[in-house]
């Protein structure tokens, strides 16, 4: 690989998978394009083993850790306190990052990673002139919160020098995720909005679902951490009127609590039109072949639901973050989708409601809207002229030796 170019992703997953599918996608998305262009992803996810692999992608685990409902985050599989796991994750990054030259560096949401375990990594890319790029989500909370959780952990005050660019993963006019937060001039001249981040598979979307019934609709929680009240709401739905015209299948999550998913399976027999998945690394397919979507507004789930123009519900998680019901009310202001909020969720008759409402939309034909899903092309583009800007460098540099 000393010919190639290597570009190094990570991504911290510390909760669900909407790291690790991102990340993924921008991998598989640049090694297409790029023939000579390997990609490795630093992640925190256990379950990236379950992904298709591609023989110029490879995967470096570092010690798990796991998010608590309240924010606070905890070891995974070990005793370890959480600075003694973080001391662990930057010592397995520090170990690659400096055997394994790098001419790209993509950094997903955390600016310095999680409890700072990029710090060492970040300063040998300087010194070694890779290029840093900081990859941001369309939404990631509250002005105020994210303000005061980058005071806290020193982010404001260091990040005018640290990267080169920064990208949001999103649409200037669906929202602005640094807005009103005290950035620098210099630091919001290098953001750059890439475009929502998706990809069609038509080689497997066009594929049935087997052993699923026609015109489906999916319910998805995504990793499933925090899925069940999800869950339980739309079973509680069918289980109040069995008369529901369209068949439901309810996509679990790798992450959801065993004594839940298994309660869920025991309704799920009782009742007409359920049916249950408990992980599906393709979720695309289930997504394309479904007739309507109710899902929590991850950011995955939304990019791939909206891009595909499906009708959708959505139901946001609001702790500890208010990321998915920003997302959420601001794509229903825009058009795209319908929002029940939690707790009215939680009550079978507006949960009813919803979901009629929901297929009443799907059957009548999703209005046409510019949401904007060329992130991934964008992104090919932006790293093509990256690479063409750090050859011509180097032959320059040769030239002046």
Same mark, same amino acid.
């Given at each position: 690989m000393s010919n190639a170019t290597h570009l190094i992703l990570y991504s911290h997953d510390t909760f669900g998978l909407g790291h690790i599918r991102r990340n993924r996608k921008i991998a598989k998305a640049l090694v297409d394009r790029f023939a000579d262009l390997h990609a490795t992803i630093i992640t925190g996810s256990e379950i990236s083993g379950e992904y298709s692999t591609?023989?110029?992608?490879?995967y470096v685990e570092i010690p798990q850790v796991d998010k608590q409902p309240d924010?606070?985050?905890?070891?995974?599989?070990?005793?370890q306190t959480f600075d003694q796991v973080i001391t662990a994750r930057k010592e397995v990054i520090n170990k690659y990052v400096m055997a394994n030259p790098a001419d790209l560096f993509i950094a997903d949401k955390e600016p310095l990673g999680l409890g700072g375990e990029l710090t060492?990594?970040?300063?040998?890319?300087?010194?070694?002139?890779?290029?840093?790029?900081?990859?941001?989500?369309?939404?990631?909370?509250?002005?105020?919160?994210?303000?005061?959780e980058w005071e806290r952990k020193g982010i404001l005050g260091s990040l005018d020098g640290i990267y080169d660019q920064i990208w949001i993963?999103?649409?200037?006019?669906?929202y602005n995720p640094l807005a009103d937060i005290g950035l620098s001039k210099n630091v919001l001249?290098?953001?750059?909005?890439?475009?929502? @981040?998706?990809?069609?598979?038509?080689?497997?979307?066009?594929?049935?679902?087997l052993g699923l019934p026609p015109n489906y609709l999916l319910v998805t929680a995504?990793?499933?951490?925090? &899925?069940?009240? @999800?869950?339980?709401?739309?079973?509680?739905?069918?289980?109040?009127?069995?008369?529901?015209?369209?068949?439901?299948?309810? @996509?679990?999550?790798?992450?959801?609590?065993?004594?839940?998913?298994?309660?869920?399976?025991a309704r799920a027999n009782q009742t007409a039109g359920i049916h249950i998945i408990g992980f599906d690394a393709n979720p695309e397919v289930l997504i394309q072949n479904a007739t309507a979507v109710i899902g929590m507004c991850g950011y995955n789930t939304f990019c791939e639901v909206i891009a595909r123009k499906k009708a959708a519900l959505f139901v946001p998680r609001q702790t500890p973050r208010l990321e998915q019901l920003i997302r959420a009310e601001r794509a229903r202001d825009l058009g795209y989708c319908d929002v029940i909020l939690t707790e009215d969720a939680g009550n079978?008759?507006?949960?009813?409601?919803?979901?009629?409402? @929901?297929?009443?939309?799907?059957?009548?034909?999703?209005?046409?809207?510019?949401?904007?899903?060329?992130?991934?092309?964008?992104?090919c583009d932006s790293v093509g002229a990256i690479l063409r800007g750090r050859r011509g460098h180097a032959k320059n540099?040769?030239?002046? &030796?």
């Open positions: 591609h023989p110029r992608i490879k924010g606070q985050y905890i070891a995974v599989g070990s005793n060492d990594a970040i300063a040998h890319f300087k010194s070694t002139g890779t290029t840093l790029i900081l990859g941001l989500r369309d939404v990631l909370d509250d002005p105020a919160k994210l303000r005061s993963y999103g649409s200037e006019k669906f001249n290098k953001c750059r909005y890439t475009g929502f @981040l998706y990809q069609d598979y038509p080689q497997f979307e066009n594929k049935p679902s995504g990793g499933g951490g925090d &899925g069940a009240r @999800l869950m339980d709401a739309v079973l509680s739905a069918y289980e109040a009127d069995p008369q529901l015209s369209v068949p439901a299948v309810l @996509l679990l999550g790798p992450y959801s609590d065993p004594d839940l998913a298994a309660r869920a399976h079978t008759k507006r949960m009813l409601k919803a979901i009629r409402q @929901l297929i009443v939309r799907a059957q009548s034909g999703v209005a046409e809207h510019d949401f904007d899903a060329r992130g991934l092309d964008r992104i540099m040769e030239h002046v &030796g």
